[in-house]
């Protein structure tokens, strides 16, 4: 990695990582507003809270416009290993969301996974930042990433008690045994 990073536009840059993440989240918009509607901020949120969860997004989309002009390294382990890091994210994101848009709306989502991950939207988030910061050796992106996870650590308290509020039982069940990121639910 570098200590200062590369700059410039090109066709091989981490854009291309970037406009699957930032594509795929209105292409459920535009043909399921519904899905998308229920994804959105819970009510009740502090204006702390309101204010972690808008820098949070703010980070995600700068380093989205960063990668514009952030060459990948072509050819060499740093983009091998962040490709795969890639893919694998948006095979959890792409499930993630077929989970989220087939559950019922009056039930909490469980299934798929969900069973691994109380919240594999925002962790296929976190990792797509690893990916791209791995795949165009970038400090910087490494960076955002952690202060991202930071952040979603924090904001994904109002998230929870909305949905214990919503669900009762069946969500505080679903709370005891699923990991908040990632791992083997507890039987």
């Known amino acids: 990695m570098q200590l200062i990073p590369a700059f410039k536009i090109g066709v091989a840059n981490a854009w291309i990582f970037s406009v699957i993440f930032l594509v795929l989240p209105f292409l459920i918009m535009l043909f399921n507003k519904e899905t998308y509607s ?7 949120m502090s204006s702390r809270e309101k204010a972690i969860s808008y820098i949070a997004t ?12 952030l060459p990948f390294k072509l050819w060499t382990a740093w983009f091998y290993t962040g490709l795969v890091i890639f893919l694998s994210t948006l095979f ?4 993630a969301l077929i989970n989220f ?11 798929g996974m969900y069973r691994f991950s109380r919240h594999p939207l ?26 991202f996870f930071i952040l ?5 308290g109002p998230e929870e008690r909305w949905c214990k509020e919503k669900y009762g039982n069946a969500y505080k069940e679903y709370f005891n045994k699923t990991p908040k990121w990632i791992g083997i639910p507890k039987s």
Do not use: C
């Open 122 to 147: 925002y962790f296929s988030n976190f990792l797509s930042l690893i990916a791209i910061g791995i795949a165009a050796a970038s400090w910087v992106i490494m960076l955002a990433a952690i202060i």
């Open 58 to 69: 703010i980070i995600i989309y700068i380093v989205y416009l960063y990668s514009i002009f």
């Open 152 to 156: 979603m650590h924090i904001d994904t």
């Open 101 to 111: 848009m087939t559950t019922p709306k009056d039930k909490p989502v469980t299934k």
């Open 92 to 95: 959890i994101l792409i499930t």
């Open 38 to 44: 229920r994804g959105s901020n819970p009510p009740g």
